[in-house]
């Protein structure tokens, strides 16, 4: 079940109608208040998520969903207004899967679907603990401890730190980070992977040295985390 949370009628019509006719299941919604009531009974599988909503914005509900432990892993696809920059990076650093920019296609929208589904179902399968040292991160309560001390990660660098812990020793490029973690569509520039690595090596202390720089091609997780 997709759920769209829309105000403008006619625009959530041919939301669901469009998900409806490729063989989705789609549920509309008028603002946050109605789609938050949802939510005490069902779960969708996917959210298709408006920036500009009356009362609660979706930038404020995308932050109460991944808050929460029910939905934080369920993905959101932003629709955000044509040259609203800001709200494409908030809303990805957030934690959104990835966004759509008004007026958009609905075979544009139905293919993004398609694909934050096949980029997020391995998620579901993400139970065991990852452990380098004293560094442990637990996936199913996304959480990362030091030494036991609680390390406060955003979305994006808790995503980073999974990766290079998962695959120790693999060279991950800038631009496939781009695509697994901001979306495969993000139009930034690789300078944001620079900025969550250099954010992230501060918060994990001595193990932030076990992020090395590739040279001219990404970050790879390395070596002991020294004291």
Do not use: N
């Amino acid at each position: 079940m997709i759920w769209c949370v829309e105000d403008d009628a006619g625009i959530r019509e041919i939301e669901t109608y469009a998900l409806q006719s490729t063989g989705f299941q789609a549920r509309g919604f008028e603002d946050g208040a109605a789609f938050q009531e949802a939510l005490k009974s069902q779960l969708p599988e996917l959210i298709i998520l408006d920036v500009m909503l009356p009362g609660k914005d979706g930038v404020t509900l995308l932050r109460e969903l991944r808050a929460a432990p029910a939905t934080r892993d369920k993905p959101v696809i932003m629709a955000t207004a044509r040259g609203a920059e800001y709200d494409k990076i908030q809303s990805l650093d957030l934690g959104a899967d990835d966004y759509l920019v008004k007026p958009f296609g609905v075979m544009e929208m139905v293919s993004r679907v398609r694909a934050v589904l096949r980029r997020c179902r391995p998620r579901e399968e993400r139970e065991k603990s990852l452990e380098w040292g004293a560094l442990v991160l637990r996936p199913d309560s996304r959480t990362v401890t030091l030494e036991g001390t609680p390390v406060p990660l955003t979305y994006k660098e808790f995503e980073l730190l999974f990766r290079f812990l998962s695959r120790p020793g693999v060279v991950f490029t800038r631009d496939r980070l781009l695509s697994e973690i901001w979306g495969f569509d993000f139009a930034g520039e690789t300078r944001t992977v620079d900025v969550h690595i250099r954010t992230l090596r501060q918060k994990l202390g001595p193990c932030g040295e076990c992020i090395q720089t590739v040279r001219m091609v990404g970050y790879r997780w390395e070596g002991p985390c020294h004291d």
